[in-house]
C-alpha cells in the first residue's frame, strides 16, 4: 500500500467505484480505493440491476439520466460489459390519480429531455401482454429504462479508474480515521496505514459505522428487500420469438411492484408495506456476500396483486427469492457532499438506486472534490439536508415510511405522518386549538392553515384546488385587510459576531452591510456568480450582525461559512435554531396593534421600514424587524423561546378589536406570490445567476470584492441567458406545482420554479424561468403552461399584482 495519496475511498460497491473513476475523469489520478473484502461484496452484488430515470426531484432525475447514458463510455473504456438491456419501461396507473402523477411526470421529463410517451391501458397491453387491462387507465413509456449486470458494471467503473491512474486495495479493511490538525486524514487499515488529504465515505451497508468512526451518526438504514425470479415462462418466450425483443421493465404502482424479463422469465420485486430494517444498530463487519431469509408471507399481499394484475405470474414456478439489504435515507435520496463540522471528509452514501443514480453520484461529488462545485444542482441529495433532528429512531421510522411507500403518489399538499412530532415550539397545543393544520418544517411543526370552527383540521389530497383553498384565503384577506399573526420560527436565524464580523459578510454577500439599526436584504453567490443564499440582515449593534434564511439550508450555509472563516477567530458564527422563535403580524393594522404592546414610537418616522430594534413588547424582551414575506405593512417579533407563547397571547390580545385572524404558511405563501417576491430552492438555486434571478437590486457591484464578483459582473454585461418571470395562469381547477413545462410558440422553452393561488388578487400564478429573449413578451396568453397535462394560456406581468410600488410596507 501507498503511504500516502490525494483521496482514499472507502467501500468497494459500484458507488465507490464511480467515484474513483470519476475523480481520475476529472484529472485527478492518485487516488485510491479501499475495500474490505471484493468488489461488490456489500449490497451490489445481489442488485436486480434495473435503471431508470424515475425520481421526485428533477435534479436528481438529470443526474440518473446522466449515469444510464454512461455505462456505453464505460465498456468501451474498459472492455468490460455492463450487460446492458435497454428495453425501456411501463409506469402503470391504476387511478386516474395515478394518471395526473404520470402526466405531471411526462411533463417535466419533456423539459429535462427525457423521452417518454402517455399510453392507455389497452397500448400498454400491446407492449406488455402480460398486463391484466382492466386493472389500468393508462401508463407511461419511459425509453430509457433498462437493466445490467452489476458486478459486470461495478468492475467497468473500476477498470476504467484503473486505467486512469486509481489503485484499489482489495481484503483491506479500514478500522480508524485520524485527523491531522492540517485538514488531512491517517486512515488507519488492517493491512497498513496511508495519509489521505480527502476521505470519501462510500461504505454502503456499513456507512454508519464509517461515520461513527469520525464522530458521525449519518440518519441512514439497511432495509430487507426481496424480488423472486420465475421459471421460463411460455408467454416470454412466444412474445421474445414474435417480437424479436425483450419485454419491457415494469412499474405497478398498486401492487408495489416492479418487474422485468430475466433470461425466458421474469424477476417481480416489492417494496412491501409490512418492510423490515436490518441490522438497526450495527452492521457486523463479518457480514460476506450471503442472502437474508426470505419471507413470502411478507410480500404476500403486493404478489397476490400481482398476479390479478399480469395472470401469467400466477402459473410460473419460482427459480429462486432473493432478500438482500440496501440502505436508505430518511427521504430515499443519497447523502452526498462535504459535511459541515470536518474538514476534507466527504459522504457518498444512502445509494439505494445504485445503478441509477451512481454515476451521477460520483461525477457530482468528483467536481465537487476537484472544483469546489458539484456544477448540478445537487441539493435533493445534499448531505446537508438533514439536521440534528435526523436521529437514529427518527431515520429509522422514516426509512420504513419511506419504502413502504416506494411507489405511492405523494400529494402536493401531502405531509407525510411517520417520527412527528419531532420539534415543537410552545405553541405547539395552542395552534393545534385553534384548529391549526400542522407540516413538517426542517423537522419543526409549523402551522400551514387554519380551520375554523366546525370544519375537520385536515387536508383532503389532491392535485387540484383543495379543502383549504377557502380557508387559505380567508387568511389572506384577513391579513390584507386588517392584520394576521404568523409562527416564523421556521426561519434559519443566526448571530455573526466579532471585529471581523462586517468584512467578513461583506466578503460572503453581494450586498452593502446596513448601518446599525438597519436590515439588508442580500443574495450570496459562488464563485460562479450562482445563487447559494438569500438572507435577510440586519446590525444590531457594532460587531454584532443577526441573520434569516432559509431553515432548510442552515448546515448547507453553515458549511459554506465555516470554509470562509478567517482563522484569527475575529469572526463567532451561532446558528439559534430554536434557541430564537418569533411571530410576525402583519396587514395594514399590525402597526396599531404592535403600539399598543409598546411605548416606544413604532410610527412611520419612529419606526421606518427596513428598521430593526431591540424592544420590551408586551412586558416580554424582543427583537423586531420592520419587514415581512407577505410584503405589506408588518413586522417580525424575535423571542427567546420561553417568552413565545406569552406575547402570542399579548399579540391576540391587542389584536383583538382589530380583528387579527391566524395565518400558516399557505396563506404567506400566496401573498408572497402577489409580490413576485422568490423563495429560496425554488426560484433560487445555484443553478441561476443573481441578474437572471432579477435580484439586480440587492447585487452591488461597487462595493468591495466579494465572492462570486466578477462572474456577477460577466453576468451582468452579457445579461445571463434566463429569466425569472411571474405569470398569470388562465387555470381552471388545478394550479402550478412547480416543474411544469412552459410552452412558447409551440416548444418547452422553460419550467416554472412554483406558483399557486394568489388569494387577495384572486388570479393563479406562476413563477419560472424562461431564456430572456422572451421574457418581457407581455401579450395575452403568449405563453402555455402545463398544468396536468393540459396546456393552460399564461401571460407574463413585469409588476407584482399587489401593490406594485410597495407603499404598504412603507406605509
Ligand atoms: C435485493 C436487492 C435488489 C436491488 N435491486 C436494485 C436495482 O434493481 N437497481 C438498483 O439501482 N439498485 C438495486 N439495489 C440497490 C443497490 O444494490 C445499491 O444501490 C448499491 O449496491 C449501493 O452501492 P454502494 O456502493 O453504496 O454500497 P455497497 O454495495 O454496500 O458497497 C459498500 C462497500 O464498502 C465496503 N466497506 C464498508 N466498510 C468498509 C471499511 N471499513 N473498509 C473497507 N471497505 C469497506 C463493503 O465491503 C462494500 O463492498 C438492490 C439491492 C438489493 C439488496
Known amino acids: 500500500m501507498k503511504s500516502h495519496t490525494r483521496v482514499a475511498v472507502i467501500g468497494g460497491g459500484v458507488v465507490g467505484c464511480s467515484v474513483l473513476y470519476h475523480l481520475t ?64 419501461g411501463l409506469l402503470l396507473a391504476d387511478t386516474p390519480a395515478r394518471m395526473e402523477w404520470l402526466k ?40 430509457a429504462d433498462g437493466n445490467l449486470d452489476p458486478a459486470g458494471t461495478t468492475h467497468a467503473y473500476a477498470k476504467s479508474a484503473r486505467i486512469g491512474g486509481a489503485d484499489i486495495y482489495l481484503q483491506t479493511r479500514v478500522t480508524e480515521l485520524k485527523p491531522r490538525t492540517d485538514g488531512t486524514w491517517d486512515v488507519i487499515t488492517d493491512k497498513g496505514n496511508i495519509h489521505a488529504e480527502h476521505v470519501v465515505n462510500c461504505g454502503g451497508l456499513w456507512a454508519r459505522e464509517i461515520g461513527r468512526m469520525v464522530g458521525l451518526e449519518l440518519p441512514v438504514l439497511a432495509m430487507e428487500h426481496m424480488y423472486l ?58 457480514f460476506g456476500t450471503e442472502l437474508l431469509t ?113 411507489f405511492s403518489i405523494r400529494f ?106 438597519r436590515i439588508i436584504l442580500t443574495p450570496m453567490l459562488n464563485p460562479d456568480g450562482k445563487l447559494i443564499g438569500d438572507f435577510t440582515i440586519a446590525k444590531a449593534a457594532d460587531e454584532r450582525f443577526l441573520m434569516w434564511g432559509s431553515s432548510q439550508a442552515q448546515k448547507y450555509h453553515m458549511r459554506w461559512f465555516e470554509r470562509h472563516l478567517p482563522t484569527d477567530a475575529s469572526v463567532a458564527i451561532r446558528r439559534f435554531d430554536m434557541g430564537l422563535v418569533g411571530l410576525s403580524i402583519a396587514g395594514p393594522k399590525s402597526r396599531d396593534v404592535l403600539q399598543r404592546l409598546t411605548d416606544e414610537d413604532v410610527s412611520k418616522t419612529g419606526f421606518k421600514f427596513m428598521e430593526h430594534r431591540a424592544m420590551d413588547i408586551g412586558y416580554v424582551p424582543a427583537m423586531i424587524n420592520r419587514v415581512t414575506y407577505t410584503g405589506d405593512l408588518g413586522y417580525e417579533i424575535w423571542v427567546a423561546p420561553e417568552y413565545q407563547r406569552k406575547l402570542y397571547m399579548a399579540i391576540m390580545e391587542a389584536g383583538r378589536d382589530s380583528g387579527i385572524v391566524n395565518f400558516g404558511m399557505r396563506a404567506l405563501l400566496s401573498m408572497r406570490l402577489e409580490k ?100 418581457t413578451e407581455t401579450k395575452k396568453g403568449a405563453f402555455e403552461v402545463e398544468i396536468l397535462g393540459e396546456r393552460r394560456p399564461a401571460t407574463i406581468i413585469l409588476e407584482p399584482l399587489f401593490d406594485p410600488e410597495g407603499a404598504r410596507m412603507r406605509m
Open 104 to 143: 405531471m411526470a411526462h411533463g417535466r421529463a419533456r423539459y429535462l429531455g427525457l423521452e417518454t410517451e402517455l399510453l392507455t391501458a389497452k397500448e400498454a397491453k400491446k407492449l406488455l401482454p402480460l398486463i391484466e387491462e382492466k386493472y389500468f387507465v393508462g401508463a407511461m413509456l419511459d425509453a
Open 229 to 286: 425470479v420465475t421459471d421460463e415462462m411460455p408467454e416470454v418466450v412466444e412474445f421474445n420469438k414474435t417480437h424479436g425483443h425483450e419485454l419491457p421493465h415494469a412499474i405497478d404502482f398498486k401492487a408495489e411492484i416492479y418487474m422485468r424479463q430475466e433470461r425466458s422469465g421474469m424477476v417481480l420485486g416489492t417494496y412491501e408495506k409490512a418492510c423490515v430494517p436490518w441490522q438497526p444498530r450495527t452492521t457486523p463487519w463479518n
Open 25 to 88: 475523469k476529472a484529472g485527478w489520478k492518485d487516488v485510491v480505493l479501499i475495500e474490505r473484502d471484493q468488489l461488490t461484496s456489500g449490497s451490489t452484488w445481489h442488485a436486480a440491476g434495473g435503471f431508470h430515470t424515475l425520481n421526485g426531484d428533477p435534479n436528481v432525475a438529470k443526474l440518473q439520466g446522466y449515469t444510464i447514458g454512461l455505462y456505453d463510455e464505460l465498456e468501451k473504456i474498459s472492455g468490460q460489459s455492463c450487460g446492458l438491456h435497454r428495453s425501456g
Open 676 to 775: 413576485n417576491f422568490p423563495t429560496w430552492f425554488r426560484e433560487l438555486r445555484p443553478i441561476y445567476g443573481g441578474f437572471e434571478a432579477g435580484l439586480e437590486r440587492f447585487i452591488d457591484l461597487t462595493k468591495n470584492d466579494f465572492i462570486g464578483r466578477d462572474a456577477a459582473m460577466k453576468e451582468k454585461q452579457g445579461g445571463g441567458k434566463l429569466r425569472r418571470v411571474s405569470m398569470v395562469v388562465d387555470a381552471t381547477d388545478a394550479d402550478v406545482l412547480g416543474d411544469e413545462p412552459i410552452w412558447h410558440g409551440g416548444k418547452v422553452i422553460g419550467w416554472v420554479t412554483s406558483g399557486g393561488y394568489a388569494h387577495y388578487v384572486d388570479k393563479s400564478l406562476a413563477q419560472g424561468y424562461v431564456p430572456k429573449e422572451v421574457a
Open 412 to 517: 402536493p399538499n401531502e405531509e407525510l405522518p411517520a417520527a412527528r412530532p419531532q420539534q415543537t415550539t410552545s405553541l405547539y397545543d395552542v395552534m393545534i386549538g385553534q384548529g391549526a393544520v400542522m407540516g413538517d418544517s426542517w423537522g419543526l411543526e409549523t402551522p400551514l392553515w387554519f380551520a375554523p370552527k366546525g370544519v375537520e383540521p385536515k387536508d383532503i389530497v389532491s392535485f387540484h384546488r383543495s379543502n383549504d383553498f377557502p380557508h387559505v384565503k380567508r387568511e389572506c384577506l384577513g391579513v390584507r385587510n386588517g392584520v394576521g399573526v404568523t409562527e416564523i420560527a421556521n426561519f434559519a436565524k443566526y448571530e455573526f459576531t466579532g471585529s471581523g464580523a462586517e468584512a467578513f459578510l461583506s466578503r460572503m454577500m453581494t450586498n452593502k452591510m446596513p448601518r446599525n439599526g
Open 294 to 406: 426470505p419471507d413470502l408471507d411478507r410480500i404476500a399481499p403486493s404478489l397476490e396483486l400481482g398476479h390479478k394484475h399480469f395472470p401469467a405470474m400466477a402459473k410460473a414456478g419460482i427459480k429462486r427469492i432473493i432478500n438482500g439489504p440496501f440502505t436508505f435515507s430518511p427521504d430515499g435520496n443519497p447523502l452526498v457532499g462535504p459535511v459541515q463540522g470536518l474538514r476534507n471528509f466527504w459522504c457518498a452514501c444512502a445509494v439505494m438506486a445504485g445503478f441509477s443514480q451512481g454515476g451521477g453520484v460520483g461525477l457530482a461529488l468528483s467536481q465537487w472534490m476537484v472544483n469546489g462545485d458539484p456544477g448540478f444542482d445537487v441539493w435533493a441529495m445534499d448531505i446537508a439536508r438533514f439536521g440534528e433532528w435526523a436521529t437514529r429512531s427518527y431515520t429509522n421510522e422514516k426509512v420504513r415510511e419511506n419504502y413502504s411507500r416506494r
